[in-house]
């Protein structure tokens, strides 16, 4: 029940056109594997463009979290500050609030700023994550406190033990998070569908929407399913190189979306 | 300690502006917004304040039909996915061979693209000019009669969207349950079987008390994820949800803001807000059961 729709549509997009199309009872298998729809998905709509688009996008988004976060999560950890409690106690308090209620407000602060159909457009209002930062946060603070105290004594800097020390040691964790927003940018949907209207800068879910409603003509199925299984494969071998790491970061407690 | 004060903060400032322009104001516009009548979102100017945006959203037949889809959503989709997901990792939990590959299969749809993945269910169930799909014919071959799934009747349309979202939540709601089994002490199952107890009575005794938290937090994420459905339904049967009869709250609330009929961050604004009252009301009538049947 779990692999067969993975299997029906890979079968799908290897079968021909007009084999597709002459079988009245779907076949379960074919003999004549074909991959020329996996080149008209590429040539005659512009999946390729909505790759390099959603890899622009999943990157830049990624990185400029990962910064933001790394620097909060320090703060939050490991320095001491007025105000320090009551901040953190806020950002816990925005976990609860649902971004149904924030992304009006987010389309008009964009649209207002001119930023329509550009990467920044789309990146900026994806770059904060309270429960990235909330994940490291833990992460850092369990790191023992002898370690700072000791480069502390040595001289070195904040920002040097936050680089060479802090973020060495957690690396699991990071990679963790990289990867689960990694995720999470390759399938986000509804953001990019509100901000962007011109197909250059179409990411593959929006891609794929548009292909559904006007690539192809709406009977060429293979060529459809040879999209698809092109936009699902990256985050399938993404997950079978990182199965361990993303299964134990999905259980410490994250939903999808 | 001045100097301290003032480097945490340095070190906070990237996170809080962005949780400044993108939380914080949002959340305190989005309610201006809402008591904004007439708002023209070109010129930016209103009539005057009041409660007729949600009196407007409140009466459109497209909202409450909306509200009446994620209504039957909700009420199919979380007791069904929980249970199933329940029986599948009390399965995974007994069985030694094979059980990392199953775990391993039984995620892979948390990973793929809502939107993808759609799109072979929606080959799956629809019926064309040349073909009646794959279901369909199945169906036939059990003696029934083919129906169009994707543009046919209503309850059809909602059994292909149920089933499609319960396929995308199994896997999360899976993983969390194995990981719950797992982590109940041992000895309590062997002090049961020294005592001859019988499996019947060691999983409603034993099992479901240990594990009746992470059970009530499923739920409780069950109902707000289900509550905000919404690209599912566009997988399922294209942007224009509207004139399919299949929108949700949430599509509701975009389709008001941008599209063929949007514009109207007003509505969409109240539509939200109504939608997290619903949400609101729920969580807190969950969490009062819970409060009778869960054991910590």
Redesign the interface.
Same mark, same amino acid.
């Given at each position: 029940?779990?692999?067969f729709?993975?299997y029906?549509?890979i079968l799908?997009s290897v079968k021909s056109y007009a084999a597709?199309?002459?079988?009245?009872?779907?076949q379960l298998y074919t003999l004549s594997p074909t991959f020329k729809n996996y080149l008209d998905a590429f040539t005659t709509v512009n999946l390729g463009k909505y790759f390099v688009n959603s890899i622009i996008f999943t990157v830049a988004s990624t990185a400029l979290m990962m910064?933001?976060?790394i620097?909060?999560a320090?703060?939050?950890a490991r320095?001491?500050?007025?105000?320090?409690n009551v901040?953190f106690t806020l950002?816990l308090a925005?976990m609860m609030?649902?971004n149904?209620?924030?992304?009006?407000?987010?389309?008009?602060?964009i649209t207002n700023w001119n930023m329509r159909n550009t990467f920044l457009g789309l990146i900026?209002?994806s770059?904060?994550s309270?429960f990235y930062?909330y994940l490291l946060k833990e992460n850092f603070a369990q790191v023992p406190d002898e370690l700072y105290h000791a480069a502390k004594v040595d001289g070195t800097k904040?920002i040097t033990y936050l680089f060479k020390v802090l973020v060495p040691i957690c690396r699991p964790t990071i990679v963790t998070i990289i990867i689960l927003k990694v995720?999470e940018c390759?399938?986000s949907?509804?953001w990019p569908?509100?901000i962007t209207d011109d197909e250059a800068y179409y990411l593959?879910?929006n891609g794929?929407?548009e292909i559904?409603?006007h690539g192809f003509g709406r009977?060429n199925?293979p060529a459809?399913?040879a999209a698809?299984v092109a936009?699902?494969l990256p985050?399938?071998v993404?997950?079978?190189i990182f199965?361990k790491k993303?299964?134990a970061g999905?259980?410490r407690g994250g939903?999808?979306? | 300690m001045k100097k &301290?004060?003032?480097?945490?903060?340095l070190?906070?400032l990237?996170?809080?502006v962005?949780?400044g322009?993108?939380?914080?104001?949002?959340?305190i516009?989005?309610f201006v917004?809402s008591f904004e009548e007439g708002y023209n979102f070109a010129s930016q100017t209103f009539f005057g304040k009041g409660l007729y945006n949600f009196s407007y959203v409140l009466h459109d037949t497209f909202f409450l039909q909306a509200v009446r889809n994620t209504f039957i959503l909700v009420l199919i989709t979380v007791p069904i996915s929980t249970g199933l997901a329940l029986l599948i990792s009390v399965c995974l939990n007994s069985i030694k061979v094979l059980r990392d590959f199953l775990?391993?299969?039984?995620?892979?749809?948390?990973?793929?693209?809502?939107?993808?993945?759609g799109?072979?269910?929606m080959?799956?169930f629809k019926k064309?000019?040349?073909?009646?799909?794959?279901v369909n014919?199945i169906l036939n071959t059990f003696g029934g009669s083919s129906i169009d799934f994707i543009e046919g009747p209503y309850w059809a349309k909602m059994f292909v969207l149920c089933f499609y979202t319960i396929?995308?939540?199994?896997p999360?709601k899976i993983?969390?349950l194995t &990981?719950a089994l797992a982590s109940v002490n041992k000895n309590y199952y062997d002090a049961a079987r020294v005592d001859g107890t019988t499996r019947g009575r060691i999983f409603t005794k034993i099992t479901l008390p240990m594990i009746s938290p992470t059970i009530f937090y499923l739920i409780i994420?069950g109902f707000?994820?289900a509550f905000?459905a919404? &690209?599912d339904a566009?997988?399922l049967f294209?942007?224009d949800l509207n004139s399919a009869g299949m929108n949700t709250i949430?599509g509701y609330?975009?389709d008001m803001?941008?599209g063929n009929s949007g514009g109207y961050?007003s509505y969409?604004?109240a539509a939200?807000?109504v939608?997290?009252a619903i949400?609101l009301t729920i969580t807190c009538i969950n969490l009062m059961v819970s409060k009778k049947n869960v054991h910590y």
């Open positions: 029940m779990v692999l729709p993975f029906w549509m799908t597709y199309n002459g079988e009245a009872v779907p910064v933001v976060i620097f909060a320090f703060a939050f320095l001491d500050f007025k105000g320090k901040a950002f925005l609030i649902p149904e209620l924030v992304i009006i407000t987010n389309f008009t602060t900026l209002p770059v904060m309270i930062l904040d995720i390759w399938n949907y509804v569908r509100l593959v879910s794929i929407q559904r409603e009977e199925i459809m399913m698809v936009v699902s985050l399938i993404i997950f079978l199965r993303i299964m999905v259980s939903t999808k979306g | &301290s004060n003032l480097k945490g903060w070190y906070l990237p996170a809080f962005f949780i322009i993108f939380m914080i104001y949002p959340l516009d989005v917004y775990q391993t299969v039984y995620f892979l749809p948390y990973v793929t693209n809502t939107l993808a993945v799109m072979v269910f080959i799956l064309t000019a040349y073909t009646d799909g794959l014919v396929w995308i939540v199994l999360f993983l969390i &990981s994420t707000i994820g905000k919404y &690209s566009v997988a294209g942007t949430v609330v975009y803001l941008y961050p969409a604004s939200a807000i939608l997290f949400v």
